[in-house]
């Protein structure tokens, strides 16, 4: 049996800490089945020279860890990573800048972890690149040998090519993402979003089957693997954190009013100033709502180095003041607006007990939180998901109220519909969802990529 390596920017903490990013949740329950070696920056810069990898086992996994050059850190990770790539991917151009000694030390980065990492690599090792910090790790690995299956996972959407145009060098980024046998993307118009930017620059030679082609002189297969969740595990975690003293003592706090729940990194792409609006607008526009509901934010900082994250974080404490001064009375307080990060149990346990899951990313490539939500609800009283159709998960997730995300009067109207919507039709719409979830959840994810990948053993 093949070992998998899995490589990413960022591995989870080994010692079981919180974690708010997608990709690190993603990986570790997929990982904790099937085991194997994950790789990564372990979170620390050095002046000098990175030393060998820092290697721990828990479990099925071992964790190998390095460090960064200090003077590489900011311009690889908040410059290309986060002031480019992510902007970009998410269509989000006003947040985009681009500097050349962004792209240098992306490079650096990529060929550092290639070095790094060869030297632990087996010969019956599968190796799974993750997003959009490691695209020319697979080049960097194939020019110093490598011949293994290598498979590269796309965690965030893959922009259509008039919209990667922006980007200088983007021909080689792209051709770069050709080195690996296998390219996985959250949603098929993702997938196709990349065949097509390969064909308008000349980068495809032929289409081989339905999800196989030839590019660069090698076969490759380019196909949507949508990220899902471990559906049991976070009903049980969610049913059992009922009863924890944090979430009981939160439940009773609410007196019997609704609660609407939300949960994001804090991100400009997740649309949160947009929610808060929206709540407001449905306080103004529906004075029956006032007193009656609870909307409770999570959004945990994260990227404190970019300005604009910086700036984001301002704008929602002067909402969340703004609307609260607005509308609250002595007894009620309409946001509860909380900057950080949570036990996941906890989480889960509050969103069981959300009358609404308000999940409405401007931009998103998956969204776990949606899938998270829709797993943690009783099913014989769900509560019910309104989601933003500009994430993945609405690709899957249809039978949610599907809103846009920049519609602030149609969110409003659509957290109305939800909080009167008769328990037949949550239920209705519950089932429709949970059977997405159960028939694509996190196992599936990682079985079909991984045997994808075997494939070219
Ligand atoms: P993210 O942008 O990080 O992920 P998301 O998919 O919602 O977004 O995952 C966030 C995860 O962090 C969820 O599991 C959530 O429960 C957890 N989380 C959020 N806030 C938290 C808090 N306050 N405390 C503790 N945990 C918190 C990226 C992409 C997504 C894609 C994922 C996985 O941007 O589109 O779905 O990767 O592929």
Redesign the pocket.
Known sequence: MSRLVAVSNRVADPSGG?????????LLAALNQKGGLWFGWGGKTRGGAPSAPKIVKKGKIEYATIDLYESDYDDYYNGYSNICLWPLCHYMLGFFRYERRFKDAYRRVNALFARKLLPLLKDDDVIWVH?YHLIPLAAELRAAGVSQPMGF?L???FPNIDVLRTLPGYRDLLRSLTAYDVVGF?TPNDARNFTEGLARENLLQAKLGHDRFRSGGREIVVSAFP?G?DVDGICQAAERALSSATVSRTVKGLADRELILG???L?Y??GLPERFRAFEELLARYPDTRRRLVYMQ???P?RTGVRAYQDIREELEQSAGHINGRFAEPDWVPIRY?N?????NM??GLMRSAQIGL?T?LR?????????YVAAQDPKSPGVLVLSRL???AAELDAAILVNPYDVEGMAEAIQQAANMPSPERRERYQAMIEVLRKNDIDVWRTRFVETLESFQ
Not at 18 to 26: D, F, R
């Open positions: 919180k974690s708010s990013g997608g990709l690190a949740v993603g997003d996972f965690h965030v959407p959250q990220i969740v949960v994001d990194r991100d792409s997740k999570f959004a945990p994260t909380l950080r990060g949570f036990s996941r989480l889960m999940v990313p998103d490539g998956m969204n776990l939180v949606a899938k998270e994430a993945g998960a």
